[in-house]
T-cell receptor
Framework: NAGVTQTPKFRVLKTGQSMTLLCAQDMNHEYMYWYRQDPGMGLRLIHYSVGEGTTAKGEVPDGYNVSRLKKQNFLLGLESAAPSQTSVYFC????????????FGPGTRLTVL | RKEVEQDPGPFNVPEGATVAFNCTYSNSASQSFFWYRQDCRKEPKLLMSVYSSGNEDGRFTAQLNRASQYISLLIRDSKLSDSATYLCVVNEATGRRALTFGSGTRLQVQP
């Protein structure tokens, strides 16, 4: 039982490049989330999903897209990376309510030059 | 105004000390409250939920004051291993089915 995993762990991009971050969970959770964490800002919600095939915008969705084609996977895409997207990205999942415990992946450290 | 506000610290305390953190939230309709712990360069993990009547888990006590819209976390007999950032988390009961995280309070327990 791996919990929540994220791929890759580290990445350096040049401005304008694209990439996809993969999140996978093996706990059969309905809800999945993508956050970014910047110094002094705390965790900010980018997008979330309450079930397979559904996605919704969070607090800071601009510049990101997501897909939830399979229940266990939640992908975060950056179409044209910008230096402002340099951050640590965390994926999380929870069972089937907002108030359920959120289980986080280990994070992806992204630097955009 | 931030939806969930915390003193960033750091709180530097000696081993064995008692330390308390507060957190305020802006949405009076908020329904659920939590404390998460985040170690340096690691992911957040749930420490404890916060119930209306207050609750305790070993050395940790959480309390909720709905009238004043604040949540507190008390740590007794601090250990070196308690050194971490403590995140206050609120379910704001908006249309968005997600939690709102505070930016965290850093605790450093010293020998």
């Amino acid at each position: 039982n791996a919990g929540v995993t994220q791929t890759p762990k580290f990445r350096v991009l040049k401005t304008g490049q694209s990439m996809t971050l993969l999140c996978a969970q093996d706990m059969n959770h309905e809800y999945m989330y993508w956050y970014r964490q910047d110094p002094g800002m705390g965790l900010r919600l980018i997008h979330y999903s309450v079930g397979e095939g559904t996605t919704a915008k969070g607090e800071v969705p601009d510049g990101y897209n997501v897909s939830r084609l399979k229940k266990q996977n939640f992908l975060l895409g950056l179409e044209s990376a910008a230096p402002s997207q340099t951050s640590v990205y965390f994926c999380a999942s929870s069972y089937n309510r907002v108030a359920d415990t959120q289980y986080f992946g280990p994070g992806t450290r992204l630097t955009v030059l | 105004r931030k939806e969930v506000e915390q003193d960033p610290g750091p709180f530097n305390v000696p081993e064995g000390a008692t330390v308390a953190f507060n957190c305020t939230y802006s949405n009076s309709a908020s329904q659920s409250f939590f404390w998460y712990r985040q170690d340096c360069r690691k992911e957040p993990k749930l420490l404890m939920s916060v119930y209306s009547s207050g609750n305790e888990d070993g050395r940790f006590t959480a309390q909720l004051n709905r009238a004043s819209q604040y949540i507190s976390l008390l740590i007794r007999d601090s250990k070196l291993s308690d050194s971490a950032t403590y995140l206050c988390v609120v379910n704001e009961a908006t249309g968005r089915r997600a939690l709102t995280f505070g930016s965290g309070t850093r605790l450093q327990v010293q020998p």
